[in-house]
């Protein structure tokens, strides 16, 4: 894993530094359409194929967040200052891109119904086999985000049962698009949050800039 995000990186760096001045950056273009632009030509590159990858470290997903955030700090065309104060988390749902992380989590969950609707066979066995042998396995991972859907989704009538997912593969096999609008509509919900957090968030430096003015006024006065 760490050769194959190592090289991800590389080739999405490399294609940024080519169309990073002509377009990405480009202050002529609206910043919608150069974060368009950024997803298809760039997040293609480091993010290709994310589904089927084993839950990568905190160590290599820092990797991940890190090489993401400052290209998208670019993108975004944020100045010095506001490099150094605008938290992560806000340059990523101004980017409307999600911490790698959770795109792994959607990833993987709409590339599970594909695997299971598709096949082959073999495939799905040796998975099976893969967790009963190795930790780490890709349906462990495959568990934990299946988790994080039940933790966005508490009050969907049909939940999913971890402790048997024979339900949930018979769903995927039948080809049914609900399971598509449901992973994509948690993710909506999880942006939600996000940005209900971000506000929240300002809202306290906010109130507390503020606590400091009137105390600082009142000794004035005093």
Request: with cysteine.
């Amino acid at each position: 894993m760490d050769l194959e995000i190592r090289s991800r990186i590389g080739q999405a760096q490399a294609a940024f530094n080519q169309v990073a001045k002509p377009i990405l950056s480009n202050r002529h273009l609206p910043e919608c359409t150069r974060v368009q632009l950024f997803q298809a030509l760039i997040g293609t590159k480091l993010f290709f194929g994310f589904g089927a990858w084993p839950t990568p470290t905190h160590r290599q997903m820092a990797k991940l967040k890190a090489v993401l955030l400052r290209m998208l700090q670019k993108v975004l065309r944020l100045s010095k200052d506001e490099i150094m104060t605008i938290p992560a988390s806000e340059v990523f749902r101004r980017a409307k891109q999600p911490d790698a992380r959770v795109r792994l989590a959607v990833d993987r969950l709409l590339y599970a119904q594909r695997l299971w609707e598709h096949g082959p066979e073999d495939l799905q066995h040796l998975i099976h086999r893969e967790q009963a042998l190795c930790t780490g396995s890709w349906l462990e991972g495959l568990l934990a985000d299946l988790q994080w859907l039940q933790m966005m989704e508490h009050d969907v009538p049909s939940p999913i049962d971890l402790t048997d997912l024979t339900a949930l593969f018979d769903l995927w096999q039948s080809g049914s698009a609900e399971w598509q609008k449901r992973v994509k509509c948690a993710f909506r919900r999880f942006q939600r949050q996000e940005h209900m957090m971000q506000q929240m968030h300002r809202l306290d430096i906010f109130f507390n800039h503020l606590a400091v003015l009137l105390d600082v006024s009142r000794r004035i006065a005093m």
